[in-house]
């Protein structure tokens, strides 16, 4: 089994900021790419943000140059700075990521999801 686990979400006014993070855990060979989407409600799912495995990073054009992606040194956990946030970031934020399982094809692993909500 494989477990992504978000936390960090919350209530924050106009410009604020927060700090996501989601952990893997499970059976788990090797993560590639992690990432962010979010849904707000009524919307499709939005991509945010993604992180190689090798550190390299892209961020959906509606967040750049305020939210940047992160992943520990253990490769097991991405985080998510989210700085100067807009009432349109209100949303559920997933985490994805690209497992490699023992004997298993790699497999796409999706969160349960943290509420953000932007507002004063």
């Known amino acids: 089994q494989v477990q992504l686990v978000e936390s960090g979400g919350g209530l924050v006014q106009p410009g604020g900021s927060l700090r996501l993070s989601c952990a893997a855990s499970?059976?788990?060979?090797?993560?590639?790419?992690m990432g962010w989407y979010r849904q707000a409600p009524g919307k499709q799912r939005e991509w945010v943000a993604t992180i190689t495995s090798g550190g390299s990073t892209n961020y959906a054009d509606s967040v750049k140059g305020r939210f940047t992606i992160a992943r520990s040194s253990a490769k097991n956990t991405v985080f998510l700075q989210m700085n100067s946030l807009k009432p349109e970031d209100t949303a559920d934020y997933l985490c994805?990521?690209?497992?490699?399982?023992?004997?298993?094809?790699?497999?796409?692993?999706w969160g349960q999801g943290t509420q953000v909500t932007v507002s004063s």
């Open positions: 499970g059976s788990i060979s090797r993560i590639e790419a």
């Open positions: 994805n990521a690209e497992i490699w399982r023992p004997g298993l094809r790699r497999g796409n692993y």
